[in-house]
């Protein structure tokens, strides 16, 4: 009886194992086959891009005049 459940156990794992591998073997594969073209999609940049720098210092100029 042991012996029954002993082998039943080996055998789920060995399964198991298979499955594993092969979910691996097919994730590598996805990931070669996927171009890599499109960026992350996420929070904005928080470096300002060159025309919001150059309209804060168009906007700045004129306090700066001021005092």
Do not use: C, W
Not at 21 to 44: C, D, I, S
């Amino acid at each position: 009886m042991s012996l029954l459940f002993i082998v039943t156990v080996l055998l789920l794992a060995a399964v198991a194992y298979r499955i594993f591998r092969k979910q691996q073997e097919l994730n590598a594969y996805r990931a070669e086959r996927e171009p890599h073209t499109a960026e992350p999609r996420g929070l904005p940049d928080p470096a300002p891009d060159d025309e919001e720098t150059d309209r804060q210092s168009a906007e700045d100029a004129p306090r700066a005049e001021a005092d």
